[in-house]
């Protein structure tokens, strides 16, 4: 499956933005989706993830409560909602796709290219 992130962009801190992610090739509802980020000098780190159909999120500590993620099967997308954005939320976010959402990166075999997300002060 081939993943395609956009509507990254700069906004102040407290502001909202929502990413998409159009995936094409392969039957979409067949993966589980999540976000990753990665901000410069760091490790990739988890955001959430959702399962094939929906019914199941997780997310990471320090967005929950902020960020939403949904999809759309009927529309092969996926969204990150981010609202309260704060300046450490600055960085490049990646959508991806796997066998079973989760919050380990390995365990994703398709990745889209980042949309950068740069909050500030």
């Known amino acids: 499956v081939q993943l395609q992130a956009f509507g990254g962009g700069l906004v102040q801190a407290g502001g909202s933005l929502r990413l998409s992610c159009a995936a094409s090739?392969?039957?979409?509802?067949?993966?589980?989706v999540g976000w990753f980020r990665q901000a410069p000098g760091r490790e990739r780190e988890f955001v959430a993830a959702?399962?094939?159909?929906?019914?199941?999120?997780i997310y990471a500590d320090s967005v929950k409560g902020r960020f939403t993620i949904s999809r759309d099967n009927a529309k092969n997308t996926m969204y990150l909602q981010m609202n309260s954005l704060k300046p450490d939320d600055t960085a490049a976010y990646y959508c991806?796709?796997?066998?079973?959402?989760?919050?380990?990166?390995?365990?994703?075999?398709?990745w889209g290219q980042g949309t950068q997300v740069i909050v500030s002060s």
């Open positions: 991806s796709a796997g066998l079973t959402h989760s919050k380990y990166s390995y365990t994703y075999g398709y």
């Open positions: 090739g392969r039957t979409f509802s067949n993966y589980a």
């Open positions: 959702i399962s094939r159909y929906g019914g199941s999120t």
